[in-house]
């Protein structure tokens, strides 16, 4: 179920891929390398729309609601070294973003490796 507007709600079907991979590197004694990805990709397609009655329950209706699709895609690169105790040197690269499409025309794997292309945050920064 998600809230389209005011009293209306849709149900839809969907489709829905995530990941997660992770690895850190430990070369040295207060040395870390850690490279982590993340994404997930909603493929949903509307089945039914519904309004909330005077009772408070859900009434169906024959309002057109649209398919969406959601991706996101996160990429860090870290750095980190350990100077002495409670001061440290961190070195990071991250990349990624969200998108929202209504009326996707792709299927969900062809959502998830547009994901690898989405770039609202490039962050590069040294603390």
């Known amino acids: 179920?998600?809230?389209?507007?005011g009293k209306q709600l849709g149900s839809f079907s969907k489709d829905q891929v995530t990941a997660t991979i992770g690895m850190n590197w430990f070369p040295a004694e207060g040395h870390e390398i850690r490279l982590r990805t993340?994404?997930?990709?909603?493929?949903?397609?509307?089945?039914?729309?519904?309004?909330?009655?005077?009772?408070?329950?859900l009434v169906m209706d024959n309002v057109l609601i649209k398919d969406f699709a959601a991706t996101s895609f996160?990429?860090?690169?870290?750095?980190?070294?350990?100077?002495a105790p409670m001061s440290d040197l961190y070195i990071c690269y991250s990349r990624g973003g969200y998108d929202y499409i209504?009326?996707?025309d792709q299927d969900t794997v062809g959502?998830?490796?547009?994901?690898?292309?989405?770039r609202?945050?490039?962050?590069?920064?040294?603390?």
């Open 38 to 57: 993340q994404w997930y990709t909603i493929n949903a397609k509307a089945e039914q729309s519904y309004n909330i009655g005077a009772n408070g329950r």
């Open 74 to 83: 996160a990429l860090q690169l870290r750095y980190h070294y350990e100077i």
């Open 1 to 5: 179920m998600k809230w389209i507007r």
């Open 111 to 118: 959502l998830l490796g547009n994901s690898t292309k989405l």
């Open 102 to 104: 209504e009326n996707p």
């Open 120 to 127: 609202d945050s490039i962050r590069y920064w040294l603390s």
